[in-house]
C-alpha cells in the first residue's frame, strides 16, 4: 500500500470579472503538493522526522510548517533555516516521493471551463494529482497494478474550511470513480482521510513539498526545490 499525504501552498483566489484579474491579495500561483509514500516506509518516516525535531531543541509533537514562525518555534533565524534543509534532505531521500501540482489561477479562471471559484481550482488541482500518483504507482509496480493508495490530507478547523473539507472529499470520490482522459484511479480506497496536521508527519511533509515548489514558481527561489 501506498500512502499519500497532500497539503496546499498560496491561496486559490478568486477571480474579479470587473477589473479581469485575479483577486486583491491573492498569490499567482495555487500549488498542491504531495507526499507518497510506501506504507511500510511510514514508521521510519515519523522516526527521522521526530529525530530532526529534537535535534533542534524542539519536541517531537511540535508541528512544523513551512512557513511557520521561528521565533514562534524559539529557533534563531539560521537554525530554521538549517531544519528546513535537513528536513528537505530527508524527504528526497524517498525517490520520486513528491508530486506538485502547480495551477496558474489566472489562466485556469479564464480558459478552463468549469472553473468558477476557488473550490473549482482545489478540486482540478486534486484530479491531477491523482492522475500522477496513479501513473507513479504503474512505473512501480506495473501497468496493471492494483496496489491500494490511501490518501490524507490537513483537517480544516472551522466551520468555512469545513465546507470546503466537503466540497474536497465530492471532488476525490468524482475524480476517483472517473479517472482522467489519460487514466483511470484503479488504486485510490474509498474516501479522502481528515487529520489534524499537529499529529502527522506525512501532512508536515507534504506542506513542505508543497512551500518549496510553490516558492519556486511564485519567487523564482529554488534554494529548497
Excluded at 67 to 94: A, H, P, Q, V
Excluded at 111 to 133: P, Q, S, W
Excluded at 149 to 155: E, K, V, W
Aim: with cysteine; glycine share 6%.
Amino acid at each position: 500500500m501506498y500512502i499519500v499525504f497532500i497539503d496546499e501552498s498560496g491561496q486559490p483566489g478568486g477571480w474579479d470579472n470587473e477589473n479581469n484579474c485575479i483577486t486583491t491579495n491573492s498569490s499567482k500561483y495555487f500549488t498542491l503538493g504531495g507526499f507518497m509514500i510506501d506504507s511500510n516506509n511510514i514508521l521510519e518516516l515519523e522516526s527521522k522526522f521526530k529525530d530532526i525535531k529534537i535535534k533542534y531543541g524542539l519536541s517531537e509533537n511540535t508541528e512544523i510548517k513551512w512557513n511557520c514562525s521561528y521565533s514562534r518555534l524559539g529557533l534563531t533565524f539560521e537554525e530554521y533555516k538549517n531544519m528546513k534543509t535537513d528536513i528537505i534532505k530527508m524527504i528526497s531521500e524517498y525517490k520520486s516521493s513528491v508530486i506538485g501540482i502547480v495551477m496558474d489561477k489566472k489562466s485556469c479562471y479564464k480558459n478552463r471551463i468549469g472553473i468558477k471559484n476557488h473550490n473549482d481550482i482545489y478540486a482540478f488541482a486534486l484530479n491531477l494529482l491523482m492522475e500522477r500518483v496513479c501513473m507513479e504507482i504503474a512505473d512501480r509496480d506495473g501497468r496493471n497494478a492494483t496496489t491500494p493508495a490511501l490518501m490524507f490530507t490537513d483537517s480544516r478547523k472551522n466551520d468555512n474550511n469545513n465546507k470546503l473539507d466537503k466540497e474536497l472529499q465530492i471532488a476525490y470520490l468524482r475524480a476517483r470513480a472517473l479517472g482522467t482522459h489519460y487514466i483511470k484511479f484503479p488504486n485510490f480506497c474509498e474516501s479522502l482521510v481528515f487529520i489534524d496536521s499537529n499529529y502527522s508527519s506525512g501532512i508536515q511533509c507534504a506542506d513542505f513539498c508543497a512551500g518549496a515548489v510553490h516558492k519556486k514558481f511564485e519567487m523564482n527561489d529554488e534554494n529548497f526545490f
